[in-house]
C-alpha cells in the first residue's frame, strides 16, 4: 500500500498522487508498485524490497542520487505468542523526495501524524532523520514499560500456579528482550553513517540532535539488558517456585491418603469371616467406628505437629 505526504507548516499532509507529495510511505508494498516507485522515482529495485524481509540488518547504501538506510523499529504483533518484535524499517532519501519501506504498519507513521511538535522538513535529511530516530527510541522505551508491566502480571499471578502457561509467557517475554537488546544494538552504528548522509560535516546543531538520539538509544539498549537480566533470573526461580507448589500439592494428598486408609484398614482387618473380639457384641459396629475415627483424629494431630499441613 502507498500512502503520499506533504509537508505544510511542521505537519504531514496527505495528499492523493505522488507528482504533489515529498514523503511516500509503502507498507507491504506489492510488485505492481515497487515496479511503479522504480519507473517514476528511479530507485534501486534492490533499495524498495530491502525492508520487506523482516530479518534484514541495519545497514547504509549509496547508489547515484539515492541514500538508503534501513534500522530496526519495534512493532506490537497481537496475534503472536511473541507480542513484541522489531521489523526492518527502510528510510530511502532522493533529491525530491523520502520513501519509507515497512512489511508492516508499524507505530511510527501514527506518531509521526500525530506528534504535537512541528516536524522538521524533509529538505533537511539530518534533523528530519534525527527526529524519526527520537520517536523510534521512545517507541522501544515505551514498549519496554509494556513489557515489564506484563512481567509483573506474569509474576503476581505464578505464585500459587502450578501450570506451565505462566512459565511459557514469561518465556514469550525473554524472547522480546532478546529481539530489542539484538536490534538496539544492531542499530548503534547507524547513527555514525549521519555524516555521510548530510554529504557533510554536521553542524553543532546536527551533532546536538544526533548526540540525543544515542542518549535514547542508549537508555532503551540498557533498560532492556536490565530487564532481560531480571526476566531470565525470574524464570528460574519460578520453575523452582511451580516444582515447590506441586511437591506441596502431591504432600498434601498423601497425608490425605494415608488418614483415609486407617479408617480403611480397621474395618477390613474387624470384617474379615474368622472369629474376632466383640464379633458377637452390639456395640461391635461402634467399636469399628470409634477405634477408626480415632486412628485418624491421631494421624491428624500427628501430621499437625509435624506442620505438614
Not at 505464578?158 to 525473554?174: A, C, D, E, F, Y
Request: glycine letters at 4%; charged letters at 20%; proline letters at 5%.
Amino acid at each position: 500500500m502507498l500512502t503520499y505526504y506533504r509537508f505544510e507548516n511542521g505537519k504531514l499532509v496527505y495528499v492523493d498522487g505522488l507528482e504533489e507529495c515529498q514523503i511516500v510511505q509503502a507498507i507491504s508494498p506489492t510488485p505492481v508498485e515497487l515496479d511503479a516507485l522504480v519507473g517514476n522515482l528511479g530507485i534501486p529495485m534492490e533499495f524498495l524490497t530491502a525492508a520487506t524481509d523482516r530479518d534484514e540488518r541495519p545497514r547504509f547504501e549509496v547508489e547515484e542520487d539515492c541514500k538508503l538506510l534501513v534500522i530496526r523499529v519495534p512493532h506490537r504483533d497481537v496475534a503472536s505468542v511473541t507480542p513484541y518484535v522489531t521489523l526492518a524499517f527502510a528510510i530511502i532519501l532522493t533529491p525530491q523526495r523520502v520513501i519509507t519501506v515497512c512489511a508492516e504498519d508499524t507505530a511510527l507513521w501514527g506518531e509521526l501524524l500525530s506528534s504535537r511538535g512541528r516536524l522538521p522538513s524533509p529538505d533537511d535529511p539530518i534533523h528530519f532523520l534525527g527526529t524519526v530516530f527520537l520517536h523510534v527510541a521512545r517507541q522501544y522505551l515505551a514498549f519496554l514499560q509494556s513489557i515489564r508491566h506484563e512481567s509483573d502480571d506474569v509474576e503476581r499471578a505464578i505464585h500459587g500456579s502450578m501450570k506451565n502457561q505462566t512459565l511459557v509467557r514469561m518465556l514469550n517475554l525473554g524472547k522480546c528482550l532478546v529481539y530489542f537488546t539484538t536490534s538496539l544494538r544492531a542499530n548503534e552504528p547507524m547513527w555514525e553513517r549521519m555524516r555521510r548522509v548530510a554529504g557533510r560535516d554536521l553542524t553543532e546543531e546536527e551533532q546536538d540532535l544526533l548526540d540525543d538520539v544515542r542518549v535514547e538509544f542508549g537508555q532503551a539498549r540498557d533498560l532492556a539488558d536490565i530487564y532481560s537480566n531480571i526476566l531470565n533470573g525470574m524464570m528460574d526461580a519460578f520453575a523452582s517456585i511451580i516444582s515447590n507448589n506441586v511437591s506441596s500439592v502431591m504432600k498434601f494428598l498423601a497425608t490425605i491418603t494415608i488418614v483415609l486408609m486407617l479408617p480403611t484398614l480397621v474395618s477390613s482387618t474387624l470384617g474379615m469371616n474368622v472369629p474376632l473380639p466383640f464379633g458377637d457384641s452390639p456395640f461391635a459396629f461402634w467399636v469399628t467406628i470409634g477405634v477408626s475415627f480415632l486412628l485418624s483424629a491421631i494421624a491428624v494431630i500427628a501430621f499437625l505437629r509435624m506442620k505438614i499441613f
